[in-house]
């Protein structure tokens, strides 16, 4: 009974981050090219891609609640049965990841100029900072998920500049084919890769 009533707990805590991840796409502004001039370009993705993300994301941790509960019910017999317990603990906790990068694209604004390099990065409705993608970036770190789900890579770009300050750029914003000549660019560094099995921003 007490297994039951966590598993409904857990359950419900999931539904409500659902509704309220689905609810806050309202409140996004639609990502387009800035009409000038022409170079200057939003590194960000529309809200059609974050719903495609979180659709996807949503059938994995399905498949893992799934897997949650069979594992539960078989376990109270065979015990040998706990050994999908991480699998799907692991396919659970994609949606936290999706939670935490969909946060980390919406609390930043980045403004990229094709021509200069310029980069602008407005964090959090505050302030505002400027730093040239050739010349003022110390070290790129990519970090990535070990595989994909449902077509899904979790990963990020970790920008450290010369003024010591760190910036991280979610996988997802490169989903837009808008954004492919920033991507592009940071392609060309020299980076450290990163494999983790819960890629956290």
Known sequence: MIKIIIIGALIAMLIFSIVRKLNIFGSWSTTQRLSTPSEIIEISAPISIYKS???????TV???????LITIVIASKFKIALIMLPISLYLIGQ???LNNHLKAARNQQ???????????????KGKIDTFNLLSDIKSVTEVKSVQKNNGILFGYYKLQTTHRNVYYIPYIIALNPETKPFFDKLQLFDREIETKLFPII
């Open 53 to 59: 993300a979180v659709q996807k994301t949503l059938l």
């Open 62 to 68: 399905g498949i893992g609640i799934v897997i949650l």
């Open 95 to 97: 949606f936290f990841i």
């Open 110 to 124: 980045i403004i990229f100029n094709t021509r200069t390099n310029q980069v602008q990065i407005e964090v959090n």
